[in-house]
């Protein structure tokens, strides 16, 4: 069973569509994050929740708005998607007060 | 500004020696370090990790060295075997809850 799971996997897009990407962890950890790692490989990351709180804002455009029905869940959808959105946006989870970060396979976003 | 800092883009080690990493950071908050390593088209997957109590961690062939009046950390590698090249990622959580990434050095074993 895959501990984070993320999808879809790759999604091609065009430019000012409205896109979701979904994750979902079952390791009953209260934390998840989403990351972006751009064209450089860097891995920075964008939202943090903890148990279906917002803990972690990084200067995010508003066009990106992460949601978590549940403390497995967190889902990030991105308006108006543009050119440099164009990445690959990973999903992490842990459990609260440290350990391994878990993360899923990543979601490829190539918008045109 | 990148508080965890990578500066080697890229290693190449031939199979069977020794490949050492590095990891800089600016901080001194940071009290938690990890290693992450990622092949092509997969999630990053955890190897090591330090606490900044401890100047060195050890499981099988990795080790991690941290030195903390110098904000320094390495990953060593003993001995370099083919599945290990990889992109790796210093990391270091800040709190309890942020974990910030460096950008990462691309590993190549060499046969």
């Known amino acids: 069973d895959t501990a984070v799971s993320q999808t879809p996997k790759y999604l091609v897009t065009q430019m000012g569509n409205d896109k979701s990407i979904k994750c979902e962890q079952n390791?009953?950890?209260?934390?998840m994050y989403w990351y972006k790692q751009d064209s450089k490989k860097f891995l920075k990351i964008m939202f943090s929740?903890?148990?279906?709180?917002?803990?972690i804002n990084e200067t995010v455009p508003n066009r990106f708005s992460p949601k978590s029905p549940d403390k497995a869940h967190l889902n990030l959808h991105i308006n108006s998607l543009e050119l440099g959105d164009s990445a690959v946006y990973f999903c992490?989870?842990?459990?609260?007060?440290?350990?391994?970060?878990?993360f899923g396979e990543g979601s490829r976003l190539t918008v045109l | 500004d990148q508080q965890v800092k990578q500066n080697s883009p890229s290693l190449s080690v031939q199979e069977g020696r020794i490949s050492i990493l590095n990891c800089d950071y600016t901080?001194?908050?940071?009290?938690?370090f990890l290693w992450y390593k990622k092949y092509p088209a997969e999630g990053p997957t955890f190897l090591i990790s330090?606490?900044?109590?401890?100047d060195k961690n050890e499981d099988g062939r990795f080790t991690v060295f941290l030195n903390k009046s110098a904000k320094h950390l390495s990953l060593h590698i003993v001995p370099s075997q083919p599945g290990d090249s990889a992109v790796y990622f210093c990391?270091?959580?800040?709190?309890?809850?942020?974990?910030?990434f460096g950008k990462g050095t691309r590993l190549h074993i060499l046969p």
């Open positions: 990391a270091a959580l800040e709190g309890d809850d942020k974990i910030i």
């Open positions: 330090i606490s900044s109590i401890k």
């Open positions: 390791l009953g950890h209260d934390t």
């Open positions: 901080n001194s908050m940071f009290d938690y």
């Open positions: 992490a989870s842990i459990r609260r007060g440290g350990g391994e970060l878990f």
């Open positions: 929740y903890n148990n279906k709180e917002l803990i």
